[in-house]
């Protein structure tokens, strides 16, 4: 079983941030999970919601912003009292990559909001040598994920979806489907390695619930706190 550190050890620090990566690294993790939006600058930001509603209070749209309006918008921190922004991918990146085994890179860009940020990513990530081969890209936009194979052919991709379609899956030569824990059942899994394919479950908090999983075939799980199981 693989455990990705969900948006960085998120249950002790501020999901999303160079703190919480920098404390799931301590942990332990070696596989990470984070989201990625494209800043009208073109630099890619760090950050879950398209909105900053939840996270700083402010209804304002991502996509809207240049990183130098970033630090502008700390983000509500009930942990500490350091004050924390939202970081650029750039940033992120050096702090992840030491035992690294697995990034999961999730692009946000439903309806292509963010017209060539497959690109973007795709430039970035070849600036790191030491991340060749470990990078998944996942959505839930199926046409985003298109783009991002027509790019880069090797590219390993994991569809991220609400409806299990092993088709799209295998027409995209995906290498995983990332599925809600609760909409799993244990055919998937079967289909999924019949293809050759892994599945994994987000967003998982309980050890029991991780073990039952293993045993209905589930390769990996998402969780916010990787010290609820074994390293």
């Known amino acids: ?11 002790h620090c501020v999901e999303n941030t160079v703190s ?23 630099q890619l930001a760090v950050h879950h919601d398209y909105s900053l509603i939840r996270t700083a209070g402010v209804d304002i749209v991502l996509e809207n912003l240049a990183s130098t309006d970033l630090i502008k918008y700390p983000l509500i921190n009930p942990f500490s009292k350091e004050v924390v922004k ?5 940033k992120v990146l050096p702090v992840i990559l030491p035992n690294l085994k697995l990034l999961n890179v999730e692009l946000k860009n439903d309806g292509n909001i963010s017209p060539g940020i497959e690109e973007k990513l795709l430039s970035l990530l070849q600036l790191y040598p030491q991340l060749k081969n470990k990078v998944l890209i996942s959505s839930f936009d199926y046409d985003s994920l298109v783009r991002v194979r027509a790019l880069a052919p090797q590219m390993r991709i994991g569809i991220l979806t609400r409806q299990f379609d092993i088709e799209k899956a295998l027409a995209l030569r995906a290498e995983s489907i990332h599925i809600n824990h609760i909409r799993f059942k244990p055919e998937m899994a079967q289909s999924c390695h019949q293809n050759n394919l892994k ?33």
């Open 1 to 11: 079983m693989i455990y990705f550190a969900h948006r960085g050890a998120n249950t």
């Open 20 to 42: 919480a990566f920098a404390l799931a690294q301590k942990q332990g993790a070696t596989h990470h999970e984070l989201d990625v939006h494209l800043l009208k600058d073109g």
């Open 86 to 90: 939202i970081p650029l991918l750039q």
């Open 199 to 231: 599945i994994y479950c987000y967003t998982v908090t309980d050890k029991p619930l991780a073990l039952q999983l293993a045993t209905q075939g589930v390769d990996g799980i998402f969780t916010n706190d990787i010290t609820l199981f074994e390293p």
